[in-house]
């Protein structure tokens, strides 16, 4: 069965992969799984036939079978859940696993998108300048901690899961900040994520589906 995914037609990144749709296309490639993809412009985002399909009109969105999902984190373990590869079998390995894809997307993420918001949503405010300092703070803590737990290992918790995929998809959109440098071992943990095949043959299709949309 054809599986589908929905991403921006044009991302505002101009194919960087900072958008959600790059996880998730990083989970179909990591568990083998052929897809296509449909392009939404902007504006019709918050439109009806969108809004059918995910009611915040936001991407990502995966349609598989009659099944229609968004939230990245859903997705993605739905794709480790039916095709295996992404969790391990060991049912409290598998557990943990689960636990640190929730850790990425609540304990970790909130920050990272209040860093985005504080500099380029709320730039303008008069106390953006007080807020970026907060936010830091608390991305900083958040990093040292995870640093700490992950010290030297590969991975956060033996192999290669779906809870590293979405721990390092998740860190990655920390990148244009330069924060990860203080963290020498979680910026080489990222960059463990990006160099695995299934990342590289991601990133290159959201930046050829990114160039071929570009407006001309
Ligand atoms: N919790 C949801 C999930 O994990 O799927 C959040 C989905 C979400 O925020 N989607 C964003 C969206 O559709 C795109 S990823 N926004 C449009 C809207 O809300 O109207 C966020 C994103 C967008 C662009 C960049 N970028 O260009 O750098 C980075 C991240």
New binding site residues.
């Given amino acids: 069965m054809t599986i589908v995914i929905t991403c921006f037609e044009h991302?505002?990144?101009g194919g960087?992969g900072?958008?959600?749709d790059t996880r998730v296309r990083w989970a179909l490639e990591e568990v083998g799984r052929p897809y296509e993809v449909r392009g939404v412009p902007f504006p019709k985002?918050k439109e009806p036939e969108h809004l059918a399909r995910h009611p915040?009109?936001?991407?990502?969105v995966f349609e598989e079978d009659g099944l229609v999902l968004?939230?990245?984190?859903a997705i993605i373990f739905h794709l480790a859940d039916r095709y295996g590869g992404l969790l391990p079998s060991d049912p409290n390995a598998r557990s943990r696993a689960i636990m640190w894809m929730f850790a990425a997307l609540n304990s970790v993420e909130p920050s990272i998108l209040d860093l985005q918001n504080v500099k380029f949503a709320e730039g303008d405010k008069p106390w953006a300048a007080d807020r970026l300092i907060v936010v830091k703070d608390r991305i900083e803590q958040r990093l040292r901690q995870l640093s700490a737990r992950l010290g030297h290992a590969e991975w956060l918790d033996g192999e290669f899961s779906a809870g590293d995929l979405m721990m390092v998809s998740v860190l990655l959109r920390l990148k244009p900040s330069g924060m990860l440098n203080a963290f020498p071992t979680l910026a080489a943990y990222v960059e463990r994520g990006e160099a695995r095949p299934a990342y590289q043959r991601a990133f290159t299709a959201q930046q050829s589906f990114n160039a071929a949309s570009a407006p001309a």
Avoid: N
Avoid at 56 to 60: A, D, E, H, S, T
Avoid at 70 to 73: D, H
């Fill in positions: 991302s505002p990144d960087k900072l958008a959600r985002l915040f009109g936001q991407i990502p968004f939230e990245s984190g």
